[in-house]
């Protein structure tokens, strides 16, 4: 058995049937059903899997073709998770979890995870604020030239913050308003960098991502296009269930 077995993620019985895929390290992902879920998973040939870019795209790979051949509803699990045996999966997340794994999967059954990341050009985003503020840009154009104090400085400063921190909620308040209504549930994550200023999940009936796609489009339309938006609309659902307990 190697180092054990890497797990990729859990489905309601009876599961994903004679899947023909490799998992990490091409290994054969496998089935293994422990009443009433089955686990997807691979003989791990390492005893710790890098987070590298390669291992996480292998591991979504896994779940996003089960997902292609039909099998929607799945937990996924966190990367990196392996085990000695089957029967730590029972007395760590079966008996203690089982439950909570069950309430999950009504909660998951015909719903989706999309995602929308926003991106912006701050320094050109400036330049269009001192457009629309003609006041503040000839202020600010006075001063160019001449030696400034500290508090003008300051002042100048925290204005133009300030309007660029509304201009930014603006656009996120817009996006909220007209995705939030087709969700069953949605999570804000942290930017991962500082020229994201959005990044949400949505869980969202499968039917609906038509709609949901649309409505993004109407998005980068009304901001006439000076928003890189980045939109994922198939993806397993990690903001909405994934599982921890594991170690």
């Given at each position: 058995m190697g180092y054990g077995l890497y797990l990729y993620?859990?489905?309601?019985?009876?599961?994903?049937?004679?899947?023909?895929?490799?998992?990490?390290?091409?290994q054969p992902v496998l089935s293994h059903g422990i009443e009433p879920f089955v686990f997807l998973y691979s003989e791990a040939q390492q005893e710790r899997y890098l987070a590298s870019r390669r291992h996480l795209l292998g591991h979504e790979k896994v779940l996003e073709q089960a997902m292609q051949a039909g099998y929607r509803t799945l937990l996924p699990l966190q990367f990196g998770l392996?085990?000695?045996?089957w029967q730590t999966v029972i007395q760590q997340l079966i008996l203690p979890h089982g439950q909570s794994l069950s309430e999950l999967f009504v909660k998951l059954d015909g719903q989706r995870e999309v995602?929308?990341?926003?991106?912006?050009?701050?320094?050109?985003?400036?330049?269009?604020?001192?457009?629309?503020?003609?006041?503040?840009?000839?202020?600010?154009d006075q001063l160019l030239d001449q030696p400034l104090s500290m508090d003008q400085v300051i002042s100048i400063g925290q204005t133009?913050?300030?309007?660029?921190?509304?201009?930014?909620q603006t656009i996120i308040d817009a996006f909220a308003t007209a995705l939030n209504p087709l969700a069953v549930e949605t999570v804000e994550n942290d930017p991962l960098t500082d020229a994201m200023i959005y990044n949400a999940a949505y869980l969202i009936p499968w039917e609906l991502e038509s709609e949901f796609s649309d409505r993004v489009e109407a998005l980068d339309q009304q901001f006439e296009q000076r928003?890189?938006?980045?939109?994922?609309?198939?993806?397993?659902?990690?903001?909405?269930?994934?599982?921890?307990?594991?170690?």
């Open positions: 993620g859990i489905f309601p019985a009876p599961g994903p049937q004679d899947l023909s895929l490799l998992g990490l390290d091409q392996i085990i000695e045996d995602g929308v990341k926003l991106f912006w050009d701050r320094d050109q985003e400036l330049q269009t604020l001192l457009q629309e503020n003609p006041n503040l840009k000839a202020e600010r133009l913050e300030k309007l660029l921190q509304n201009r930014q928003l890189r938006i980045r939109y994922n609309n198939f993806t397993a659902p990690y903001n909405f269930a994934q599982l921890t307990q594991l170690r």
